[in-house]
Nanobody
Framework: QVQFVESGGGLVQPGGSLRLSCAAS????????VGWYRQAPRKQRELVAS????????NYADSVKGRFTISRDNAKNTLYLQMNSLKPEDTAVYYC?????????WGQGTQVTVSS
């Protein structure tokens, strides 16, 4: 069983930065790949970035490469997403995710709005 609590969202102007955090419960956090997903209004939820258990392998959606950085601190059971050069199209609810087969776990999400 894993529970996620996301934080750090808010309203930011285009070109600005935000850092999202995701606090995870449970000591098993460190052994699983975790990721950030987002869902914009009237769109499907999509993968933004993921990171393997030891933190050495990351994967990014093409739309955020070079602007977003995913990282994790296993000692603190926390996942991060540093978002730079934000664009209006990054506006969405951002969710933490992990799969511990056969179950998928999600947080409640944090809203990111990029607007002038």
């Amino acid at each position: 069983q894993v529970q996620f609590v996301e934080s750090g969202g808010g309203l930011v102007q285009p070109g600005g930065s935000l850092r999202l955090s995701c606090a995870a419960s449970g000591s098993i956090f460190s052994i699983y790949t975790v990721g950030w997903y987002r869902q914009a209004p009237r769109k499907q939820r999509e993968l933004v970035a993921s990171i393997h258990s030891a933190g050495g392998v990351t994967n990014y959606a093409d739309s955020v490469k070079g602007r977003f950085t995913i990282s994790r601190d296993n000692a603190k059971n926390t996942l991060y997403l540093q978002m730079n050069s934000l664009k209006p199209e990054d506006t969405a609810v951002y969710y933490c995710n992990t799969v511990i087969s056969p179950r998928t776990f999600w947080g409640q999400g944090t809203q990111v709005t990029v607007s002038s």
